[in-house]
Every structure is written in structure tokens, then in C-alpha cells.
């Protein structure tokens, strides 16, 4: 059985530094193929992908933030670290992680995560 | 922020037949990349209904299917059944921008 979990803070503040740490069971990131992918809903509106990193650490990010993320994989504990700079009110949202299993690049995520919500206030 | 437009919500009755489109361009469904779907009940993750295109995971019903031709994709819900109540989310890959995994704008579908 695949599972992921993410974990982190529920509340930062305008300008901090957010870390999330997804933390999976049941596959390995040193696989051949395999991806962990996050992905984040703001209260009550649509996903938005934000980074993915594969299994040999070769690493991907949302055009639009790409200069706040960094995504990072710990193969030996079974985690992906993401971290997003500048936090901004307009960041608040669940963040979840999901697996992704590289075909090209037409890939899909499964499972997911139940995700955390983030909320970012002062 | 979506590249991928989806109605807003869809209606039924139990037991008839929705549909949901997914409209793209030529950077990503025209392009020839596949599209996902995904559901996603009240207050819980999305889940994988759909992949590449019109193929459903172990465990999804065959009430549920999807096409894709040119720009654009559809998920069809055959046979609505009040726990099909839920967002719906297409997925696929543009290549513009050096390349992003995209998400539909998400329809909501209520079981009348």
C-alpha cells in the first residue's frame, strides 16, 4: 500500500520561510521512474502544480514560482522537503504531495497525500 | 492561473448522463500530451478517476470515462449516482514556459 503524508507548519507569517516535508511509505525514490510531485488548493479554488523531483534528483518547478521553491528528496528517510520564501497571504492553502511515475511527460499523480493547510497571517 | 478551462458545475439527476469538458490549446491537450482526471469529494485529496486520456485505475467504476480529441477532453459520468457529487479536476502538461504539469479550472457536479 502507497501512502504519503504531508507535514509542516499550520501557520506562518507575511514573509517567512515555509518547509513541508512529505513523507511516503510503499515505494522507493531511488526507483527508476518514480516522482514526488507538490501541489497546492487554496480554500475553495483550484490546483495548482508547484515542483516535482525524480528518482535520479533531476528536479522541476511552476514557472511562476520557481524562484521561491526549492524541492530536495531524502531517499534513505522516505522524504521530500519543499520550501517556499516570501510567504504571502495569497500562499495560503492545503499543500499536498502525490506520486508521480515518469511515462514522458505525460504523467499523472497517484496517490496523493491528505494534505496540510498552510495559513499565512500576521 | 489555469491553462485548462472547465464549466464551472454540472447538474443531474440520478442515473443520467453528465459530461465535463476540458479546454486547452496547442501547447498542451493540441500539443498531443495526455490529460488526467481527478476527483475529489468534500473536504478530502483529489484521487485518480482517469488516465492518459481513457483509461480508469482498479477500482474505478466504468460509469466513468473519458475522450480526448484535438484541444480539448471530456469526462463522461454514465448512470450519476449521488456519491458521484464532487469537483472534478482535468490534468496534462503544457510545453510553454519550459514545461508545467497543468490543472483544469475544476466543475463542480451536483446530483439533483
Known amino acids: 500500500q502507497i501512502t504519503l503524508k504531508e507535514s509542516g507548519p499550520t501557520l506562518v507569517k507575511p514573509t517567512q520561510t515555509l518547509t513541508l516535508t512529505c513523507t511516503f511509505s510503499?515505494?522507493?525514490?531511488?526507483?527508476?521512474?518514480?516522482?514526488v510531485g507538490w501541489i497546492r488548493q487554496p480554500p475553495g479554488k483550484a490546483l495548482e502544480w508547484l515542483a516535482l523531483?525524480?528518482?535520479?534528483?533531476?528536479?522541476r518547478y511552476s514557472p511562476s514560482l520557481k524562484s521561491r521553491l526549492t524541492i530536495t528528496k531524502d531517499t534513505s528517510k522516505n522524504q521530500v522537503v519543499l520550501t517556499m520564501t516570501n510567504m504571502d497571504p495569497v500562499d495560503t492553502a492545503t499543500y499536498y504531495c502525490?506520486?508521480?511515475?515518469?511515462?514522458?511527460?505525460?504523467?499523472?499523480?497517484?496517490?496523493w497525500g491528505q494534505g496540510t493547510l498552510v495559513t499565512v497571517s500576521s | 492561473q489555469s491553462v485548462l478551462t472547465q464549466p464551472p458545475s454540472v447538474s443531474g439527476a440520478p442515473g443520467q448522463r453528465v459530461t465535463i469538458s476540458c479546454t486547452g490549446s496547442?501547447?498542451?491537450?493540441?500539443?498531443?500530451?495526455?490529460v488526467h482526471w481527478y476527483q475529489q469529494l468534500p473536504g478530502t485529496a483529489p484521487k485518480l478517476l482517469i488516465y492518459?486520456?481513457?483509461n480508469r485505475p482498479s477500482g474505478v467504476p466504468d460509469r466513468f470515462s473519458g475522450s480526448k480529441s484535438g484541444t480539448s477532453a471530456s469526462l463522461a459520468i454514465t448512470g450519476l449516482q449521488a456519491e458521484d457529487e464532487a469537483d472534478y479536476y482535468c490534468?496534462?502538461?503544457?510545453?510553454?514556459?519550459?514545461?508545467?504539469?497543468?490543472f483544469g479550472t475544476g466543475t463542480k457536479v451536483t446530483v439533483l
Open positions: 502525490a506520486r508521480q511515475i515518469a511515462v514522458a511527460v505525460n504523467n499523472w499523480f497517484d496517490p
Open positions: 510503499g515505494f522507493s525514490l531511488s526507483t527508476s521512474g518514480v516522482g
Open positions: 523531483i525524480y528518482w535520479n534528483d533531476d528536479k
Open positions: 496547442s501547447s498542451n491537450i493540441g500539443a498531443g500530451y495526455d
Open positions: 492518459g486520456n481513457s
Open positions: 490534468q496534462s502538461y503544457d510545453s510553454s514556459l519550459s514545461g508545467r504539469y497543468v
